[in-house]
Nanobody, 126 residues
């Protein structure tokens, strides 16, 4: 079982920014594809952003495109997500996920990811 640990959630005002981090074992960052997902109350878990193992290839959901930056901090075995211009609708539990997939870019399908962190709450107040 791969261990992914999110951190960095909290309460922030609309228009503000937040940095999330996902720590993982070294072998994750050497080969796995990773992604950030979020789940708001009463809604399905949705993709926020995804990347390949070194962050060279990235994908962003339309809802966060231009406001989110996903990156790989390889030296610290950590995937990061910077969210800016936050909106109340960004309020959700944010999860990181990992998959050992043969594709060369990123994986956007939620069901493909077998490994998940415990989640971190992000609350954006209006």
């Amino acid at each position: 079982q791969e261990q992914l640990v999110e951190s960095g959630g909290g309460l922030v005002q609309a228009g503000g920014s937040l940095r999330l981090a996902c720590g993982a074992p070294y072998r994750i960052f050497s080969t796995y594809k990773m992604g950030w997902f979020r789940q708001a109350p009463g809604k399905e878990r949705e993709l926020v952003a995804a990347m390949n193992y070194n962050g060279a290839n990235k994908f962003y959901a339309d809802s966060v495109n231009g406001r989110a930056t996903i990156s790989a901090d390889i030296a610290n075995n950590t995937m990061r997500l910077l969210m800016t211009s936050l909106k109340p609708e960004d309020t959700a539990v944010y999860f990181c996920a990992a998959v050992n997939h043969p594709c060369t870019e990123y994986v956007t399908t939620k069901g493909t990811y077998p490994y998940w962190g415990q989640g971190t709450q992000v609350t954006v107040s209006s």
